[in-house]
């Protein structure tokens, strides 16, 4: 599929607000998961060089048209790709947004809608904004084209096509939401970011501008950034444990003055390069980690969400995954990381035996608790404050 890589069909105006590397310029990468029926499309989001992808899944309807699951930034090298499936199989006739609190997925809607002001938006149910809790229509969503997914799949407008099933978690200040949707013909089941899956080898679309990578892969700020195959990998490996644990516990921060120290005598000081300053200590245990997290690529549930979201009501997300798992699929597309990650459903419920006292059977050994040790403290910090609930018991 043709991409240009001119910067004007890069641009994303609307960048400020939710600012996000790469800001204002996201490249594209379109790829066919399933011949002639479906598509990803992946950008790259993140946070001081700890990025990965966020990617939106485009699937061909039946009767023609296309559907669009969490729609990524609409640049005009991305409404280019998706406008030449359209030419192939018809319009964009249904979008999805499949969560109620990931504003990484939320913001693009609306314009991405306006792009195909023939299609009809649909949402996952108790929508929210903060600080002020505003109507959708307030945030860009097109008033007259946007509905509540409907609570029975059948009653969906493409409900012959897809079955799904919304896990809506009340948290109090806000609301958690996913809908996993099951596309029958092809076996495949969509998910945001309930499951993720960690590829040993950097994304495709990071290696076409390896500095992240690079960045990471130091040891310390005054090391040079040398563009080998291995540093590729070892800054991805990094990357992979930042983006899930945010600080694990293989990493230092390094004080002021030996940060200062080091950027004095950095051989790239450009603000590229964030004037030459590197917080960050690995210690020797962060290889294992990794390891440890990808796990072969078994599907497993974040982090995050195994510590902050999920303890809020386990029984509730052990029945929604009860009922994806009596569904039949052999792949998982999620919106981040690997994709297509192919499993069972059996292997989808087994990633949820976190949340069992007694797990009936469980392949997936635990991750490292020293690694949680920063997501326990905000979790802790959360609750002291009121933002979150104490978990609940295990099921």
Request: with cysteine; glycine share 6%; hydrophobic share 40%.
């Given at each position: 599929?043709?991409?240009?890589?001119?910067?004007?069909?890069?641009?994303?105006?609307?960048?400020?607000?939710?600012?996000?590397?790469?800001?204002?310029?996201?490249?594209?990468?379109?790829?066919?998961?399933?011949?002639?029926?479906?598509?990803?499309?992946?950008?790259?989001?993140?946070f001081f060089y700890a990025v990965v992808t966020i990617r939106m899944t485009v699937v061909k309807l039946n009767a023609g048209g296309l559907l669009i699951y969490a729609p990524v930034a609409p640049t005009k090298e991305c409404i280019r790709m998706v406008n030449e499936l359209v030419a192939k199989y018809g319009d964009v006739k249904y979008i999805i947004l499949p969560t109620?609190?990931?504003?990484?997925?939320?913001?693009?809607?609306?314009?991405?809608?306006?792009?195909?002001?023939?299609?009809?938006?649909?949402?996952?149910?108790?929508?929210?904004?903060?600080?002020?809790?505003?109507?959708?229509?307030?945030?860009?969503?097109?008033?007259?084209?946007?509905?509540?997914?409907?609570?029975?799949?059948?009653?969906?407008?493409?409900?012959?096509?897809?079955?799904?099933?919304?896990?809506?978690?009340?948290?109090?200040?806000?609301?958690?939401?996913?809908?996993?949707?099951?596309?029958?013909?092809?076996?495949?089941?969509?998910?945001?970011?309930?499951?993720?899956?960690?590829?040993?080898?950097?994304?495709?679309?990071?290696?076409?501008?390896?500095?992240?990578?690079?960045?990471?892969?130091?040891?310390?700020?005054?090391?040079?950034?040398?563009?080998?195959?291995?540093?590729?990998?070892?800054?991805?490996?990094?990357?992979?444990?930042?983006?899930?644990?945010?600080?694990?516990?293989?990493?230092?921060?390094?004080?002021?003055?030996?940060?200062?120290?080091?950027?004095?005598?950095?051989?790239?000081?450009?603000?590229?390069?964030?004037?030459?300053?590197?917080?960050?200590?690995?210690q020797a245990g962060w290889q294992r980690s990794f390891d440890m997290l990808r796990s072969n690529g078994r599907p497993f549930v974040a982090p995050i969400l195994q510590t902050l979201i999920f303890p809020q009501a386990p029984?509730?997300?052990?029945?929604?995954?009860?009922?994806?798992?009596?569904?039949?699929?052999?792949?998982?597309?999620?919106?981040?990381?690997?994709?297509?990650?192919?499993?069972?459903?059996?292997?989808?419920?087994?990633?949820?035996?976190?949340?069992?006292?007694?797990?009936?059977?469980?392949?997936?050994?635990?991750?490292?608790?020293?690694?949680?040790?920063?997501?326990?403290?905000?979790?802790?910090?959360?609750?002291?404050?009121?933002?979150?609930?104490?978990?609940?018991?295990?099921?």
């Amino acid at each position: 599929m043709h991409s240009s890589t001119q910067p004007q069909d890069l641009a994303w105006q609307f960048w400020l607000a939710l600012p996000l590397y790469p800001f204002g310029k996201r490249r594209t990468l379109c790829t066919e998961v399933v011949r002639d029926t479906i598509w990803t499309f992946d950008q790259l989001q993140g946070f001081f060089y700890a990025v990965v992808t966020i990617r939106m899944t485009v699937v061909k309807l039946n009767a023609g048209g296309l559907l669009i699951y969490a729609p990524v930034a609409p640049t005009k090298e991305c409404i280019r790709m998706v406008n030449e499936l359209v030419a192939k199989y018809g319009d964009v006739k249904y979008i999805i947004l499949p969560t109620s609190s990931g504003l990484e997925h939320k913001i693009f809607v609306g314009p991405f809608a306006r792009c195909f002001p023939q299609s009809q938006v649909f949402v996952a149910p108790n929508q929210w904004s903060f600080p002020l809790n505003l109507p959708l229509s307030w945030l860009g969503f097109p008033r007259k084209r946007t509905q509540v997914l409907p609570e029975n799949s059948k009653q969906a407008p493409f409900g012959a096509e897809f079955d799904y099933a919304v896990l809506d978690l009340d948290l109090g200040k806000g609301s958690f939401a996913e809908v996993a949707l099951l596309h029958k013909r092809s076996r495949t089941l969509l998910l945001t970011d309930s499951i993720i899956s960690i590829p040993e080898e950097p994304p495709a679309l990071l290696q076409l501008d390896p500095y992240p990578l690079l960045f990471h892969a130091r040891d310390s700020g005054d090391e040079a950034m040398e563009d080998t195959p291995a540093n590729r990998r070892k800054g991805w490996q990094r990357i992979c444990l930042f983006a899930t644990y945010f600080r694990p516990g293989t990493v230092e921060t390094a004080g002021l003055v030996q940060m200062l120290s080091d950027a004095a005598k950095a051989k790239e000081r450009s603000r590229q390069a964030y004037f030459g300053l590197y917080p960050f200590r690995w210690q020797a245990g962060w290889q294992r980690s990794f390891d440890m997290l990808r796990s072969n690529g078994r599907p497993f549930v974040a982090p995050i969400l195994q510590t902050l979201i999920f303890p809020q009501a386990p029984k509730q997300v052990l029945d929604w995954a009860d009922k994806v798992a009596t569904w039949d699929f052999g792949r998982i597309i999620s919106c981040h990381l690997d994709a297509p990650i192919a499993t069972t459903p059996y292997e989808f419920r087994q990633a949820f035996a976190c949340l069992e006292q007694n797990p009936r059977t469980s392949q997936n050994a635990p991750l490292p608790e020293a690694d949680f040790g920063f997501l326990r403290q905000l979790e802790t910090f959360l609750v002291r404050y009121g933002v979150a609930t104490p978990a609940k018991e295990k099921v």
